[in-house]
């Protein structure tokens, strides 16, 4: 049941090998990025939203991102999905979006709003 504090979060650590991947796909394999690209972060908070809260069926209306400082290539990065605002009426979720290093630090932060069909049910 989705609920005011709800959150899931996921760790995942990128490699250098990530990074070569990551440059092949975007058809430049003259730059592999030497930190995490905002595109593979954001990636975490769609799966986080799609598969985990609030999960099958959520439909992104809008999300903003706001990055804080470069993700280090080999580090574990946790990103994670809150409920800050439920509005069953509307079938509205807006969730606050954090992704972190170990120590603490601030990678991104920003906002996400879902359509969910059952806002109110499990």
Same mark, same amino acid.
């Given at each position: 049941m989705?609920e005011?504090?709800a959150?899931?979060?996921?760790?995942r650590?990128?490699?250098?090998?990530?990074?070569?991947?990551?440059?092949?796909?975007?058809?430049?394999?003259?730059s592999?990025?030497?930190?995490?690209?905002?595109? =593979?972060?954001?990636?975490?908070?769609?799966? =986080?939203?799609?598969?985990?809260?609030?999960?099958?069926?959520?439909?992104y209306?809008?999300?903003?991102?706001?990055?804080?400082?470069?993700?280090?290539v080999?580090q574990? =990065?946790?990103?994670?999905?809150?409920?800050?605002?439920?509005?069953?009426?509307k079938? =509205?979720?807006?969730?606050?979006?954090?992704?972190?290093t170990p120590?603490g630090?601030r990678?991104c932060?920003?906002?996400?709003?879902v359509y969910?069909?059952?806002?109110?049910?499990?």
């Amino acid at each position: 049941m989705l609920e005011i504090g709800a959150k899931k979060e996921i760790t995942r650590t990128y490699t250098d090998e990530d990074m070569r991947d990551f440059a092949v796909l975007a058809g430049d394999l003259a730059s592999v990025p030497t930190s995490v690209p905002g595109p =593979l972060i954001g990636g975490l908070f769609s799966y =986080l939203l799609g598969v985990e809260l609030p999960g099958r069926g959520t439909n992104y209306l809008k999300q903003s991102l706001e990055f804080l400082a470069p993700a280090p290539v080999g580090q574990a =990065l946790t990103a994670s999905v809150t409920v800050s605002r439920l509005r069953p009426e509307k079938h =509205l979720v807006d969730l606050e979006t954090v992704c972190s290093t170990p120590d603490g630090t601030r990678i991104c932060q920003g906002r996400a709003l879902v359509y969910v069909e059952d806002v109110g049910k499990d």
